[in-house]
């Protein structure tokens, strides 16, 4: 991660816009236009590149890519451009279709048995083409995955536990994980890691000298933009966020000198310098909508969306009667938008370090390149910024109709510290510190406020998450101790369940002899308990499979694989095990130990 100071924030409109003109006519005023926007929206700078069949137009800077040292962003200043990645790591699979390695159209885990979902039918039916088009049922559940250090196999591992929304092919829902999981497919059928692939069959034959595909790469750059966030009245650096083990969905870092190579090969049916790069059969492909995602009505104010859709790793749409092809990407503090107009030999790449700004300016350029009328895009997107900002303010923010006052958790704040797992989503740390509960998931610190009974609302302690709080509810089993916590982390889906582990104690063999021997729970029934192993207890009843018992307190122990059920064992006054109660929901069982 980038290590920035949190605590800097710089005064807006302090410092000089610095620019790289362009020199096409058809560009005049862009520089005036950047500067105004770039103020408007409190950014530090973007990065440009405008592309034309086989020429560069443009590619230069406007801004700072550093506020605080007054160092400017030029063409080769490297910033995040996200999911704008998935359109690379798609097009590698498109060059192993052409080479007969695989066929987009199988099921997937023909190439990837470890990819499980949780719906059977998919599992057996969605292929390449589905993950590529987002159309495999499975919504966003990007809290599975952000800002967390888990490795790439153990998210693909996750997927299996992830909730869908939808059956396969029946809507678009965008979902990173699928991208992961082409980059995955990508190292299996090559035995290559997904990086070097990138590096090997598109970077390098490109010559996107100046592209890498980590922050601790980009880090690494002479030229890299630092991350921003803005408010009205100040800007801020934030980290970096490293994604490595998402890559194939997002960590690209690139520059407006490397993305116009991109560009031109896309305009030029897959073809840089003369030479196939992106196979002609798959670039067609992949700019042909492959899944509905939704459309504008034509003649709507200020909409000229008259098509939307999603082709390979693109976005595709109209825009003012022209078929454009694009994508965004955003990773804290990067906002960029690539795209392309195929019939018209167009491409345009805008990259700022604050987000805002990037639409503004692409519609400008692709307005004076496509020759259209004129139109006010600055003006268009704050006014509707401004109306929102008031929509919002006319809402009464007023709980109180869920919220029971004066109301108190029903266990001591420490009952509800402890680490709380889900097989999709990891693992989530609860303390108890001076009377107070945080936590810490995805290495993102959360600190939490009560709101009423067991349920409280957890604050993320992330530049990037300021305005994500959610509710989270603990809840008890039957004995009363708080046993789980969920959390509404995706829309559509039943709330995430995080199960609280149980701290087992480590007991000699010797201390668990005592617990060995026969109870008899009914006439003719009998438990049998006995040690495997060096010192693991056991019990069996006949009829039922044994049951592996991990210790949680004196005399007590839970069944491993059955959440809810344990054993207690009594003794007399001398110390001796004298019975043994069957703990679970529907009621305790007591047994007497066989003499």
């Given amino acids: 991660m980038q290590k920035t100071n949190l605590l800097f924030v710089v005064l807006l409109f302090s410092f000089t816009i610095t620019a790289q003109t362009p020199t096409d006519p058809r560009l005049k005023g862009l520089d005036t236009l950047v500067a105004k926007v770039l103020k408007d929206w409190h950014a530090p700078g973007v990065s440009i590149a405008v592309v034309e069949k086989g020429k560069v137009i443009y590619t230069g800077g406007f801004?700072?890519?550093?506020?605080?040292?007054?160092?400017?962003?030029?063409?080769?200043?490297?910033?995040?451009?996200?999911s704008c990645t998935k359109a690379f790591t798609a097009s590698i699979l498109g060059m192993l279709a052409k080479d007969d390695k695989v066929d987009l159209d199988k099921p997937v885990r023909n190439y990837l048995p470890e990819l499980k979902f949780q719906n059977e039918y998919t599992n057996s039916h969605a292929t390449l083409r589905d993950m590529m088009c987002h159309r495999t049922g499975l919504p966003r559940h990007d809290m599975s995955w952000y800002a967390s250090w888990a490795t790439r196999n153990e998210f693909l591992e996750r997927i299996q536990y992830l909730e869908p929304t939808a059956e396969l092919r029946e809507k678009w829902q965008y979902n990173n994980f699928m991208f992961m999981a082409q980059g995955v497919v990508i190292e299996k059928l090559t035995g290559k890691s997904w990086e070097d692939n990138m590096k090997e069959k598109i970077l390098k034959p490109l010559g996107m000298n100046n592209t890498n595909l980590s922050t601790k790469d980009m880090e690494k750059s002479g030229d890299h933009s630092l991350a921003y966030s803005s408010t009205d009245s100040s800007i801020k650096a934030i980290p970096y966020r490293n994604i490595d083990a998402m890559g194939p969905a997002g960590s690209v870092n690139s520059c407006a000198k490397d993305m116009a190579q991109w560009l031109i090969t896309w305009i030029n049916n897959g073809k840089y310098n003369g030479k196939e790069i992106i196979p002609s059969s798959y670039r067609s492909e992949a700019i042909t909508i492959q899944m509905a995602t939704g459309g504008g009505l034509p003649g709507a104010e200020n909409s000229d969306i008259h098509i939307n859709g999603y082709g390979l790793g693109w976005g595709i749409s109209?825009?003012?009667?022209?078929?454009?092809?694009?994508?965004?990407?955003?990773?804290?503090?990067?906002?960029?938008?690539t795209g392309f107009f195929p019939s018209d030999s167009i491409g345009i790449f805008v990259v700022s370090n604050q987000g805002q700004p990037v639409a503004v300016i692409r519609n400008f350029i692709a307005d004076r390149m496509l020759k259209l009328p004129y139109r006010n895009w600055n003006k268009f997107q704050l006014d509707a910024t401004q109306k929102a900002k008031e929509a919002a303010k006319s809402v009464v923010k007023n709980d109180s109709l869920n919220h029971v006052f004066n109301t108190k958790p029903s266990h001591a704040l420490a009952d509800y510290a402890g680490i709380y797992t889900n097989p999709g989503y990891g693992k989530i740390e609860i303390k108890s510190t001076e009377n107070k509960l945080t936590s810490n998931f995805n290495s993102i610190d959360i600190r939490f406020e009560h709101y009423h009974y067991d349920q409280f609302k957890a604050y993320p302690e992330d530049p990037s998450l300021e305005d994500a709080t959610l509710m989270v509810n603990f809840h008890t089993d039957e004995k009363g101790t708080i046993s789980k916590l969920t959390i509404p982390f995706e829309s559509g889906v039943k709330d995430i369940e995080f199960v609280k582990e149980t701290k087992s104690m480590d007991l000699a063999k010797d201390a668990l002899q005592q617990y060995t021997g026969e109870y008899e729970l009914a006439p003719g029934m009998v438990?049998?308990?006995?040690?495997?192993?060096?010192?693991t207890l056991y019990a069996f009843i006949e009829g039922q499979p044994e049951y592996e018992l991990v210790a949680v307190k004196k005399d007590e122990f839970n069944l491993k694989v059955m959440t809810g059920y344990s054993v207690k064992f009594e003794s007399n006054e001398k110390g001796e095990v004298t019975a043994v109660n069957f703990i679970q929901p529907n009621g305790v069982f007591k047994a007497p130990k066989k003499k």
């Fill in 63 to 82: 801004g700072y890519r550093d506020i605080d040292k007054k160092l400017p962003v030029t063409e080769n200043t490297q910033f995040g451009i996200g």
């Fill in 527 to 535: 438990a049998k308990f006995y040690i495997k192993g060096e010192k």
């Fill in 318 to 337: 109209s825009y003012r009667g022209h078929y454009r092809v694009e994508h965004g990407g955003g990773i804290d503090g990067f906002i960029t938008t």
